[in-house]
């Protein structure tokens, strides 16, 4: 980290010269000999610089937003610090105040559930504060304060009784300034000095009971932490001809560098003690920085492996790591599902969808493939999708992406089928060869020109006789039995027919389908199709303006037979698609896209299909007032966003997701992999 400084974070000690080191053998942790036995790896968390925190798997999977609430807390300041007690049932966090008129901003420190629930405020009126540490016990939180013009002192408060119970000042040396606070399971506390003049911290203990701290020598931190075992602490060391990660024996030893690219910020361990979070930074080119959260194995001359990257400003460089599986209740949450491109967002969506095969949960039972390059043959391809069980994928024309590849190996059993949509030249037949490589039966439904018209129009009506079943008759397929719904939207664009394509999804009998209007105008063979339809028994819904016109020119001996959803935009429309009673009753989740362009829309109108949800369209302001009303239906469990922040922003998810659950009320996920269902 630079040696910029923020009066919120904690404050970082000078560290400079050559360390000596301690002579004799060094032994390097190792799962064994660290393990917390009664505990797992759990979840992590890190501080973001709004008004909760982040939790994630280890690895960064599954990241999402916690918010603390109760107990007056009102969100209006931004967390720079987190750490979870060590049975990961609390959480301690500091949260910095903005101030006005002058005034000097201070920090608070709160305590609540891991959740975020039940927040109490245990300290207010510092102006500086460090990273809380808990006692062994989890009765106690060390941490570094400083209030006015006073040097950094160590504090301990005694959270067992709740606020107000006590504060206390560890011994420290006199004209010293002290932070980093670290507690072994012995009670043992050791923390970084800096004293005046002597231009080097160094590291004290104070043992349980003792008046007066202790020197260890043989290292001077900038922030350090015990191992889980108490045998060995990390540290840092940012300046120097040394700088970088270092693990020294508790008892003295020598030292093992274990990084040199750390910077600053907390360090904390695994709870089996094997790996260390830290952090890095990089200059952005203006006056903040952004902070990239690592983790490294406790070996020699480890790599880093980011985990996370924060470019908001003063994020404080604050991690910690929660022992067990994570406690957060199942609050609703606004899911961004989103990735690099529009093949990566449908492979996100995916994963956010099904369990790999064979391992239960929830089971793929096969898979769409679609061109990414325009969305012709795709627009009934979303029903299509959700009716087989299977996610929607996007590729390139020519080859089937290597990421499509990796992923229909996840989740799909041998021998499942793989629809391929449009002709050769929408997707080669290399797609169909790489589908039947990977032990997969590809299937193309496509419009070729006999059967069906070699346009979008006839592919539609090779996805819908896909749906429904057919019977080769005469060389011609022959549908086994009309649909049950049919949802006639415009394919000379993509809104209509992609919310069409969620509804579709909905049919009770598993045969709804989606077919297509030229315009105001029906194909010839799209109006044969429909033509062999009885509307008293084949339940058809216009979408859009423009198919509700082509319907009515082409039958208007249907006139009151059918059931027209028409807005003024295309916003109207997925109104008054959403809330119709296909959905049912209860909506447990809803779809958000860009109505700007159509590729996320695509694979999430599949997914939220699958959900047995519909999507929404988001214009550049988000939601219209009446899309927003649809947030409001009883049982709403969650909200997953379709895209980056390029396509949906975070001010749009933010005002939906509050709309949704009231503000403050939900968790943010991003790109979770197959999470609860609600």
Same mark, same amino acid.
């Given at each position: 980290m630079s040696r910029r400084t923020s009066r919120y974070r904690s404050r970082a000690l000078v560290s400079a010269g050559v360390l000596a080191a301690v002579a004799g053998a060094v032994a390097l942790p190792t799962t064994s000999a660290q393990a917390a036995a009664q505990h797992g790896n759990g979840h992590i968390a890190w501080a973001v610089n709004t008004a909760g925190w982040n939790e994630a798997n280890a690895d960064g999977s599954n990241a999402h937003a916690v918010t603390p609430s109760g107990g007056g807390y009102a969100g209006t300041g931004h967390v720079i610090q987190v750490a979870y007690s060590p049975d990961g049932t609390k959480v301690a966090f500091a949260v910095a105040i903005p101030a006005s008129g002058g005034a000097v901003p201070t920090v608070e420190l709160w305590v609540a559930d891991a959740s975020g629930a039940n927040a109490r405020l245990f300290l207010k009126g510092a102006t500086a504060m460090g990273q809380p540490v808990w006692s062994p016990d989890g009765t106690k939180i060390y941490i570094s304060l400083s209030e006015a013009a006073a040097a950094n002192r160590i504090d301990v408060i005694d959270v067992s009784h709740g606020p107000g119970s006590g504060v206390t000042a560890l011994p420290q040396d006199a004209n010293c300034s002290a932070?980093?606070?670290?507690?072994?399971?012995?009670?043992?506390?050791?923390?970084? /000095?800096?004293?005046?003049?002597?231009?080097?911290?160094?590291?004290?203990? #104070?043992?349980?009971?003792?008046?007066?701290?202790?020197?260890?020598?043989?290292?001077? $931190? /900038?922030?350090?932490?015990?191992?889980? *075992?108490?045998t060995w602490i990390a540290y840092l060391q940012s300046e120097g001809p040394n700088i970088g990660l270092f693990i020294i024996p508790a008892n003295g030893g020598s030292r093992v560098q274990i990084s040199t690219g750390s910077r600053g910020g907390t360090v904390s361990w695994a709870p089996d003690g094997a790996s260390l979070l830290t952090w890095t930074s990089k200059s952005t080119g203006g006056p903040d920085e952004v902070g990239v959260l690592n983790k490294v194995a406790t070996k020699p001359n480890s790599p880093l492996v980011p985990i996370e990257t924060e470019t908001a400003p003063d994020i404080g460089y604050s991690a910690s790591w929660q022992t067990g599986a994570s406690t957060a209740p199942a609050r609703p949450a606004a899911d961004r599902i989103g990735g690099a491109d529009r093949i990566e967002t449908s492979v996100r969506a995916s994963q956010w969808s099904f369990d790999a095969t064979g391992t239960g949960g929830r089971q793929a039972a096969g898979a769409v493939i679609t061109r990414s390059d325009t969305f012709a043959d795709a627009l009934a391809g979303n029903a299509l999708a959700a009716e087989k069980d299977g996610p929607l994928f996007m590729t390139d024309t020519a080859a089937l992406d290597q990421r499509v590849k990796n992923e229909l190996g996840r989740?799909?059993? $041998?021998?499942?089928?793989?629809?391929?949509?449009?002709?050769?030249?929408?997707?080669?037949?290399?797609? *169909? *060869?790489? =589908?039947?490589?990977? !032990?997969?039966?590809?299937?193309?439904?496509?419009?070729?020109?006999?059967?069906?018209?070699?346009?979008?129009?006839?592919?539609?009506?090779?996805?819908?006789?896909?749906?429904?079943?057919?019977?080769?008759?005469?060389?011609?397929?022959?549908?086994?039995?009309?649909?049950?719904?049919?949802? =006639?939207?415009?394919?000379?664009?993509?809104?209509?027919?992609?919310?069409?394509?969620?509804?579709?999804?909905?049919?009770?009998?598993?045969?709804?389908? #989606?077919?297509?209007?030229?315009?105001?105008?029906?194909?010839?063979?799209?109006?044969?199709? &429909?033509?062999?339809?009885?509307?008293?028994?084949?339940?058809?819904?216009?979408?859009?303006?423009?198919?509700?016109?082509?319907?009515?020119?082409?039958?208007?001996? +249907?006139?009151?037979?059918?059931? $027209? &959803?028409?807005?003024?935009?295309?916003? /109207?429309?997925?109104? &008054?698609?959403?809330?119709?009673?296909?959905?049912?009753?209860?909506?447990?989740?809803?779809? =958000?896209?860009?109505?700007?362009? +159509?590729?996320?829309?695509?694979?999430?109108?599949?997914? @939220?299909?699958?959900?047995?949800?519909?999507?929404?369209?988001?214009?550049? *302001?988000?939601?219209?007032?009446?899309?927003?009303?649809? &947030?409001?239906?009883?049982?709403? !469990?969650?909200?997953?966003?379709?895209?980056?922040?390029?396509?949906?922003?975070?001010? @749009?998810?933010?005002?939906?997701?509050?709309?949704?659950?009231?503000?403050?009320?939900?968790d943010k996920g991003s790109n979770r992999q197959a999470p609860a269902l609600k």
């Amino acid at each position: 980290m630079s040696r910029r400084t923020s009066r919120y974070r904690s404050r970082a000690l000078v560290s400079a010269g050559v360390l000596a080191a301690v002579a004799g053998a060094v032994a390097l942790p190792t799962t064994s000999a660290q393990a917390a036995a009664q505990h797992g790896n759990g979840h992590i968390a890190w501080a973001v610089n709004t008004a909760g925190w982040n939790e994630a798997n280890a690895d960064g999977s599954n990241a999402h937003a916690v918010t603390p609430s109760g107990g007056g807390y009102a969100g209006t300041g931004h967390v720079i610090q987190v750490a979870y007690s060590p049975d990961g049932t609390k959480v301690a966090f500091a949260v910095a105040i903005p101030a006005s008129g002058g005034a000097v901003p201070t920090v608070e420190l709160w305590v609540a559930d891991a959740s975020g629930a039940n927040a109490r405020l245990f300290l207010k009126g510092a102006t500086a504060m460090g990273q809380p540490v808990w006692s062994p016990d989890g009765t106690k939180i060390y941490i570094s304060l400083s209030e006015a013009a006073a040097a950094n002192r160590i504090d301990v408060i005694d959270v067992s009784h709740g606020p107000g119970s006590g504060v206390t000042a560890l011994p420290q040396d006199a004209n010293c300034s002290a932070s980093s606070p670290t507690v072994a399971p012995n009670g043992r506390v050791a923390f970084v /000095e800096l004293c005046a003049g002597a231009g080097m911290p160094i590291a004290v203990t #104070v043992d349980p009971g003792a008046t007066a701290p202790r020197r260890l020598n043989g290292f001077r $931190p /900038e922030q350090m932490a015990f191992s889980p *075992d108490g045998t060995w602490i990390a540290y840092l060391q940012s300046e120097g001809p040394n700088i970088g990660l270092f693990i020294i024996p508790a008892n003295g030893g020598s030292r093992v560098q274990i990084s040199t690219g750390s910077r600053g910020g907390t360090v904390s361990w695994a709870p089996d003690g094997a790996s260390l979070l830290t952090w890095t930074s990089k200059s952005t080119g203006g006056p903040d920085e952004v902070g990239v959260l690592n983790k490294v194995a406790t070996k020699p001359n480890s790599p880093l492996v980011p985990i996370e990257t924060e470019t908001a400003p003063d994020i404080g460089y604050s991690a910690s790591w929660q022992t067990g599986a994570s406690t957060a209740p199942a609050r609703p949450a606004a899911d961004r599902i989103g990735g690099a491109d529009r093949i990566e967002t449908s492979v996100r969506a995916s994963q956010w969808s099904f369990d790999a095969t064979g391992t239960g949960g929830r089971q793929a039972a096969g898979a769409v493939i679609t061109r990414s390059d325009t969305f012709a043959d795709a627009l009934a391809g979303n029903a299509l999708a959700a009716e087989k069980d299977g996610p929607l994928f996007m590729t390139d024309t020519a080859a089937l992406d290597q990421r499509v590849k990796n992923e229909l190996g996840r989740i799909l059993p $041998p021998g499942a089928n793989v629809y391929i949509l449009g002709g050769t030249r929408a997707l080669s037949t290399k797609v *169909d *060869d790489a =589908v039947a490589a990977l !032990g997969f039966k590809p299937v193309r439904l496509a419009g070729d020109g006999n059967a069906y018209a070699d346009d979008r129009y006839g592919t539609a009506q090779a996805i819908a006789a896909e749906i429904t079943g057919f019977t080769w008759t005469g060389g011609s397929p022959v549908p086994n039995a009309a649909p049950h719904s049919v949802f =006639v939207a415009t394919g000379e664009n993509y809104p209509d027919a992609l919310a069409a394509g969620a509804a579709a999804a909905q049919d009770p009998t598993g045969t709804g389908v #989606v077919m297509l209007s030229a315009g105001t105008s029906l194909m010839p063979w799209t109006q044969a199709y &429909l033509a062999k339809l009885d509307p008293a028994k084949t339940h058809v819904y216009t979408v859009g303006g423009q198919a509700t016109t082509a319907v009515a020119k082409a039958f208007p001996q +249907w006139k009151g037979l059918t059931t $027209p &959803l028409s807005g003024a935009d295309r916003f /109207e429309t997925a109104y &008054l698609v959403a809330t119709r009673s296909m959905f049912g009753p209860a909506l447990h989740e809803v779809g =958000v896209a860009t109505a700007t362009n +159509w590729p996320d829309a695509l694979s999430g109108g599949a997914l @939220i299909g699958l959900r047995h949800g519909p999507l929404l369209l988001a214009g550049a *302001d988000g939601l219209s007032a009446q899309e927003l009303s649809v &947030l409001k239906a009883p049982g709403l !469990g969650g909200i997953a966003v379709f895209g980056g922040t390029a396509v949906v922003s975070d001010p @749009i998810l933010s005002a939906t997701a509050d709309a949704a659950f009231g503000k403050g009320a939900w968790d943010k996920g991003s790109n979770r992999q197959a999470p609860a269902l609600k």
